[in-house]
């Protein structure tokens, strides 16, 4: 399987789903805390669950993982906020293409990222176990696609 398709369809997931959070209104806050709460903790349940990690494994692999994650959700921020603040309405051609510049370059930089996490995640767990992560993070995402359609 491609690393750059399922890279894109992980980011497209994660973006659908930061948009989705990103839509409360303030007197739902607390409520939605509560929410982003569950839902971190099914994601650390599955990732775990799929993962099978030992408690040696566990201790180096987590804080690896969450900087990782943490990094990925400030390049999504960067991206949302150039798509989002940055609409084509009133711009020239070259200012819209400049702002696609910066989002493909944000994408190059999340696969550079991934690209070193990669090979970080490799020296406290076994490439298998990378795949399961990989296939673990792409069932959550549809688990709440899945959720979201629900509702």
Known sequence: ??????????????????AMLSITTASAQRKSEEEIKRIQDAKVAIITNRLNLTPEQSTGFWPVYNEYSQKRREIHRAQRKIINDKKAEGQNDEQVLGNLKEVQDLRQKELDLEKEY????????????????????RTFNDMLIQRLKNK
């Open 118 to 137: 990669q090979n970080r995640f490799l020296k406290v767990i076994t490439a298998s176990q990378v795949i399961e992560l990989y296939k673990a993070e």
């Open 1 to 18: 399987m491609n690393l750059q398709l399922i890279t894109r369809h992980r980011n497209l997931l994660t973006l659908l789903f930061i």
